[in-house]
C-alpha cells in the first residue's frame, strides 16, 4: 500500500500543501494529478493513490490556495462554491504555481527524474497549461493527460510550446465542451503523432465517482487503462 501525507510546496507569495502518495518501490517516475472545481477530495486523493498503487510518485497540489486553503466539496452539491473559486482563480499565477511543484518533485529523493501530469475537468485545463508552460532547468514535463479540460480551445496559441506527448479525454456529449471546441483541439494537434485524443459516449467528469450525475462507469473504466498505459509508455 502507498504511504500518503501533506507536502509543503514553496513559491516566492507564500506556501501551499500537495497530497501525496508515494509508492512501494522508489525513485519512481512522478505525476502531478491536478485537482477538479471540487479541490483535493476524496476523489482526488483516491486517484492520486491509485497512481502511487500502479507505481508512482503522485502530488495533488492545492490549485485554490490563495482563495481558501484546502478547500473541499465532496460532490455536485459543491459545484457552486467550487465554481465560485474558479473565477476567483488567478490563471496569471497557475503556472509559476504548478512549475514550483513540478521543482519540487524532482527534487524529493522518491523521484527518479521523470515527470509528467494528470488532470481532470479544472485540472485537465491546468495539465494542458502545465505541459506548455512550466519548465525546471531547461526541461519541461515528459508526458501529460488532460480529462475534460473545458478553456483548452481557447489556449491553442500555446499548443506550440508543447513539447511533450499528450493524451486528451473527451465526452462526446459534454454540455460544457461542445464538439466542435473537441474537433479544434483535435486540428491544432493534427500533425503530432505523439497527441492522442479519445471521445467517449459521455458528459462531462465522467472518471469522477464521487459526483452520481456526472460518474459513467464505462467511460472512465475505458479512459483510465489508456491513461495508465500512455505514462507507462512516456514516463518508464
Known sequence: MP???YEKITTPDGDFDAFCAVPETTPAPAVLVLQ???GI???????????????????APDVFWRVEPRFERKDESGLADGMAHVQQLDFDLVPGDLTAVMAH???MPECNG???????????????????????????????????????NGMLDLAPRLECPVLFHYGAQDPYIPAEQIDEVEQAFSGR????????????????????????????????????????????
Do not use: M
Request: net charge negative.
Open 114 to 152: 521523470r515527470i509528467g501530469a494528470v488532470g481532470f475537468c479544472l485540472g485537465g485545463t491546468l495539465a494542458y497549461l502545465f505541459a506548455g508552460t512550466a519548465r525546471v532547468d531547461g526541461r519541461g514535463p515528459d508526458a501529460v493527460v488532460s480529462y475534460y479540460g473545458s478553456a483548452i
Open 193 to 236: 503523432s505523439d497527441v492522442v485524443l479519445h471521445r467517449y459516449e459521455a458528459g462531462h467528469a465522467f472518471s469522477n465517482w464521487d459526483a452520481p450525475t456526472f460518474f459513467d462507469e464505462r467511460a472512465a473504466r475505458t479512459a483510465w487503462p489508456r491513461t495508465l498505459d500512455f505514462l507507462e509508455k512516456h514516463l518508464r
Open 36 to 38: 477538479e472545481v471540487f
Open 105 to 107: 518533485a524532482l527534487a
Open 41 to 59: 477530495n476524496d476523489n482526488i486523493r483516491g486517484l492520486t493513490e491509485q497512481l502511487a498503487e500502479a507505481g508512482y510518485l503522485a502530488l
Open 3 to 5: 504511504r500518503s501525507h
